[in-house]
T-cell receptor
Framework: EAGVTQFPSHSVIEKGQTVTLRCDPI?????LYWYRRVMGKEIKFLLH????????ESGMPNNRFLAERTGGTYSTLKVQPAELEDSGVYFC???????????FGPGTRLTVT | GQQLNQSPQSMFIQEGEDVSMNCTSS?????WLWYKQDPGEGPVLLIA?????ELTSNGRLTAQFGITRKDSFLNISASIPSDVGIYFC??????????FGKGTLLTVNP
């Protein structure tokens, strides 16, 4: 069974540009999460989808971040316009309905210059 | 918001030694999870704990869910070089989101 996959693995963009990250969860997992780890800090929750619905977006930093999960399969996280402080590693995770065990993807390392 | 205090921040041990790390919180969690992250990879789930007082093993790894529901520890016995990495604790409350500790960087000298 394939794990959580993320694309791209790395992205380097300039301040003010737009970047879109993609996550494909484990097949059959209704729950999909986005997390972020900024250098030197802990991994922090951004938001949670149940199928195509946003269940909890309390961790989204501001309105420059937009997450979607059309059709309840893969998800995208768009940052527009990117700022320097958005640099970090963005992780996606998925879980079955119970949500107890979350499985993480390899992450996308975003560098904003 | 909820915070987890994970310690130690880093450990340098010799191959074959046992190692212990722990997490404490001022808040109660319903589930404790322990993850390991290798360089360039995402966190990999090692052990999940669901009940206060629960003690669970996975090979050389043993973890416990504290009775107060505010702490957990992870022990690794007879360490080997491939145990090197960053270990994270994570707690889950009444909702689905995980709160992570800052991680313990483990180095094992052969």
């Amino acid at each position: 069974e394939a794990g959580v996959t993320q694309f791209p693995s790395h992205s380097v963009i300039e301040k003010g540009q737009t970047v879109t990250l993609r996550c494909d969860p484990i097949s059959g997992h209704d729950n999909l999460y986005w997390y972020r780890r900024v250098m030197g800090k802990e991994i922090k929750f951004l938001l949670h989808f149940v199928k195509e619905s946003k269940q909890d977006e309390s961790g989204m930093p501001n309105n420059r971040f937009l997450a979607e999960r059309t059709g309840g399969t893969y998800s995208t996280l768009k940052v527009q316009p990117a700022e320097l402080e958005d640099s970090g590693v963005y992780f996606c995770a998925s879980s079955q309905a119970s949500g107890y065990e979350q499985y993480f993807g390899p992450g996308t390392r975003l560098t904003v210059t | 918001g909820q915070q987890l205090n994970q310690s130690p921040q880093s450990m340098f041990i010799q191959e074959g030694e046992d190692v212990s790390m722990n997490c404490t919180s001022s808040s109660i969690f319903n589930t404790w999870l322990w993850y390991k992250q290798d360089p360039g990879e995402g966190p990999v789930l090692l052990i999940a704990l669901y009940k206060a007082g629960e003690l669970t093993s996975n090979g050389r790894l043993t973890a416990q869910f504290g009775i107060t529901r505010k702490d957990s520890f992870l022990n690794i016995s007879a360490s080997i070089p491939s145990d090197v990495g960053i270990y994270f604790c994570a707690g889950r409350g009444s909702n689905y989101k995980l709160t992570f500790g800052k991680g313990t960087l483990l180095t094992v000298n052969p």
